[in-house]
């Protein structure tokens, strides 16, 4: 075994925290380069753990191609801390070292773009709060700026956008998050109620209950006892997936709401509602909350259920394809659409998106056949992606998933009348696996979902740390409205309809 | 019997609105509200005061007035049927177009009052935007008072049937589809501009009178829907002869209007706007289908003029 890194072929993963190689920092620099470079690997984690005086810095890698989980660390006195950074090779993690600047104020040489990420409360730097925020400026007499938010017009969360425009023209965009800072990260420590826990990581972002759930009972349940009940893997798998297909309808209503398409609005509407009603047919709630608990479930699938979601799936499904069709053969939409929003398949790696943001720029990564977890182990999820990268990719992504999770869900109910065992009920644990450290990967409609907790020697968590697939693909968002008009950044920004809250938390 | 036009324009005005949105609920599968809850709404804002931003000054205040002032008064300039306009002179269309452009200068300078980078945008987009839509009407009213031989509203449309040519039925034509145009256009409709929006970057209207509220508003809401009413009753007249009797003309007004607002209610049910880019181009159509009406007539125009 090499004593650089710590390779485990296993999602969710679990190690002894001793276990991983604790490097200085110039090696540990030479390594996660040499990682990096490969274009399959891309950073899932990288954070600080205060232990005393020092800082203890963990980053956890993905590793597409051998289906693993690279986890490697170092040690940095906490005042003397000047690194080179990282992120100036790698700019994938500069989110990253942003944050781990605002925590501990050290200082990574050579980053582009070190400026806060969400201003938690105790931050190093307390000057540094939401209303002095560094915006990136030009003086020049054609420009002007355009200040958005963070109140909108619509229904949407609060976030700023400034604009640098010329004219109609987007030159740049700056995108400021942390206003819906909740320190939830902070709380999950605080909280010691294992069920509190539970219903924090639904509500770390609204739409995507079960994804963070699912995140977070994976992670419990290998800190505490796995559960190999192969039932409850597939009603997981059935939750998850009609989340993804809620939440794409629902996406593809609001893109023709933006150019302003009404039938497909109101048709796509009305489809999401019959998805999401039928979740809460399952477990009284319509965005699957309180469907998920570690080792087990209060709401076992029942047979009446199970055929119900098939008979939701065959009719919307047929409903939305014809809907979706016609939308996309529109040359009004196709207008507006097509070649708008751009975000190349480089842009895409060097920004390290994941998820459908990633899969539309013809970047193929998703968990579910990376890292399998759950029922995905047994099963193949046929890979869907387009390679242009504009909002017709992304609509056409949302619309070929919808049709892939409409086929899982349909043989997963197959596969779970066949092999019917008993759901036990949830089992909230006090105790957990003492000195370890584990990453729960999941994949949300949005993308890749990573949950890590560590626990001390009493079995206690003492860091958990949670990265929504929002926190790489933001800046996607910034880079695809670079030369597009300004009007056309509502349409942008809801081709990814990326989390405020899972951003900040 | 001159204020003929007038009450039509406000009868027109009165169901137009509610006819749109009323088939765009129908066309979206939804029973949708009755024909006068855009007036039930404008009553409620009538009701109730007006807030002021601090950045904004006496202009603001006074520009939603002026607009509808604007609009009222062009109301004067249009005739229905053979009854003539209340207001009639010489060459009273370029009037028209610039009582209208007035209320249009006002409301684009309220909106820099604000100060707000949202309403500078939108102001700049009317302002352009108006700007290319002008020559259409100028050059379409100059091919008619070419073909007619007059320059005022009233004379042109009592006139306009009357040689008996059939080519003045390809102006009619012609004239009915750009004064549809303009009338989108200028009330900000799709495909231009999308009235439901809720998308500050996106509008063009819309985003100029965000800083507006309750009494103010009502009167923008107001002037918009007589705006729309305005060109319907131009419609009308090109496509009515005045020659048939009253009741037939109110018949085929009402029929119109109502024909119209469908169609408009149509459009923005099952098609989307267009890029804003796109926008020029679309507008500068509008005046191609004008200058087409004014070829025809330096071609063969020499025979209608009496």
Not at chain 2, 133 to 162: H, K, R, V
Request: proline share 4%; glycine share 6%; with cysteine.
């Amino acid at each position: 075994m090499n004593r650089k890194y710590l390779d485990i072929k296993a999602n969710p993963a679990i190690c002894n925290t001793e276990d991983i190689p604790v490097l200085p920092y110039h090696e540990f620099n030479d390594v996660v380069s040499g990682i990096l470079a490969e274009e399959s690997n891309h950073c899932l984690a990288y954070f600080a753990v205060p232990t005393g005086e020092n800082l203890q810095f963990y980053i956890a890698i993905a590793d597409d191609t051998n289906n693993s989980i690279i986890l490697t660390s170092f040690t940095a006195e906490r005042k003397s801390a000047v690194f080179p950074s990282l992120a100036a090779k790698f700019f994938q993690l500069h989110g990253f070292e942003r944050e781990i600047h605002e925590n501990y104020g050290i200082q990574f040489e050579g980053h582009p773009w070190l400026k806060p990420v969400r201003f938690p409360f105790n931050r190093y730097n307390q000057d540094s709060v939401i209303e002095n925020y560094p915006f990136y400026s030009i003086e020049s007499e054609e420009l002007h700026e355009v200040g958005v938010g963070p109140v909108h017009a619509g229904v949407i969360e609060p976030g700023h956008f400034r604009f640098i425009c010329n004219g109609e023209k987007v030159r740049h965009l700056e995108i400021q998050l942390g206003y819906q800072h909740r320190g939830i990260e902070h709380l999950m420590l605080t909280k010691n109620s294992p069920l509190q826990r539970c219903i924090l990581a639904e509500n770390i972002a609204g739409d995507t209950a079960v994804g963070h759930a699912l995140a977070h009972a994976q992670l419990i349940e290998i800190l505490s006892e796995p559960v190999a009940n192969e039932t409850l893997h597939i009603e997981r798998c059935i939750a998850l997936e009609m989340e993804r297909i809620a939440v794409h309808i629902g996406d593809t209503a609001a893109l023709c709401g933006d150019v302003a398409y009404q039938l497909g609005q109101v048709v796509c509407e009305a489809l999401r509602t019959t998805v999401i009603n039928t979740t809460q047919l399952w477990c009284g709630n319509r965005f699957g909350k309180s469907l998920i608990r570690p080792g087990g479930s209060n709401f076992p699938l029942t047979e009446e259920v199970a055929n119900n979601i098939l008979k939701m799936l065959e009719d919307t499904g047929r409903r939305y394809v014809e809907m979706t069709d016609r939308i996309l053969t529109l040359p009004s939409v196709l207008a507006r659409f097509e070649d708008i929003g751009t975000v190349s398949r480089e842009q895409a790696l060097k920004l390290g998106l994941v998820g459908m943001a990633a899969r539309s720029s013809g970047l193929l990564r998703d968990i579910r056949i990376s890292h399998p977890f759950q029922f995905y182990r047994n099963f193949e999820v046929h890979p869907v992606y387009h390679s242009s990268g504009d909002v017709l990719a992304r609509a056409l992504q949302r619309k070929k998933e919808v049709e892939e999770s409409i086929r899982i869900i349909q043989s997963l109910i197959t596969r779970w009348k066949e092999s019917k065992t008993t759901v036990s009920r949830p089992v909230y644990h006090d105790r957990l696996r003492p000195s370890s450290l584990a990453v729960s990967l999941t994949e949300g409609w949005r993308g890749e979902i990573c949950h890590v907790a560590m626990t001390n020697a009493q079995g206690e968590i003492q860091q958990y740390k949670i990265k929504d697939a929002s926190f790489h693909n933001w800046m996607a968002l910034a880079l695809a409205v670079r030369n597009q008009e300004i009007s056309d950044f509502p349409l942008c920004n809801k081709s990814y309809n990326l989390s405020y809250c899972g951003h900040d938390l | 019997m001159n204020s003929a036009g007038i009450i039509a324009v406000f009868m027109a005005a009165l169901i137009f609105p509610g006819i749109i949105l009323r088939t765009k609920s129908i066309a979206s599968g939804r029973k949708g509200p009755g024909i006068f809850q855009p007036y039930k709404d404008i009553s409620v804002l009538l009701k109730k005061g007006s807030i002021f931003s601090t950045t904004t000054g006496t202009i603001f205040q006074i520009a939603p007035a002026i607009t509808l002032a604007s609009l009222l008064c062009a109301a004067f300039f249009i005739p229905f049927g053979k009854y003539g306009a209340l207001i009639s002179f010489d060459g009273d269309f370029i009037f028209f177009s610039y009582i209208i452009a007035l209320g249009r200068f006002f409301s684009i300078i309220a909106a820099l009052d604000t100060g707000s980078s949202f309403e500078g945008m939108g102001a700049n987009r009317e302002a352009f935007f108006s700007m290319l839509l002008e020559p259409a009407f100028f050059i379409l009213m100059a091919s008619f008072a070419m073909a007619t031989g007059y320059t005022s509203f009233t004379d042109i449309f009592i006139n306009f049937y009357l040689s008996g040519n059939n080519f003045m039925l390809i102006f009619g034509l012609l004239g009915i589809f750009v004064f549809l145009q303009t009338a989108m256009v200028e009330n900000c409709r799709l495909p231009v501009d999308d009235p439901k929006t809720h998308l500050e970057l996106t509008m063009i209207h819309e985003v100029m009178i965000l800083d507006n509220s309750g009494f103010d508003k009502a009167l923008i809401h107001l002037g918009t829907y007589l705006k729309f009413a305005l060109y319907g009753l131009l419609i009308f007249n090109l496509a009515v002869p005045p020659a048939w009797t009253l009741p037939v003309q109110i018949a085929c007004f009402l029929v119109i209007q109502v024909v119209l607002a469908v169609i408009v209610g149509l459009i923005e049910s099952f098609r989307a706007r267009n890029k804003m880019n796109k926008n020029p181009k679309y507008i500068l159509t509008i005046s191609g289908v004008a200058w087409i009406a004014f070829i025809v007539i330096l071609l063969v125009g020499e025979r209608f003029i009496n």
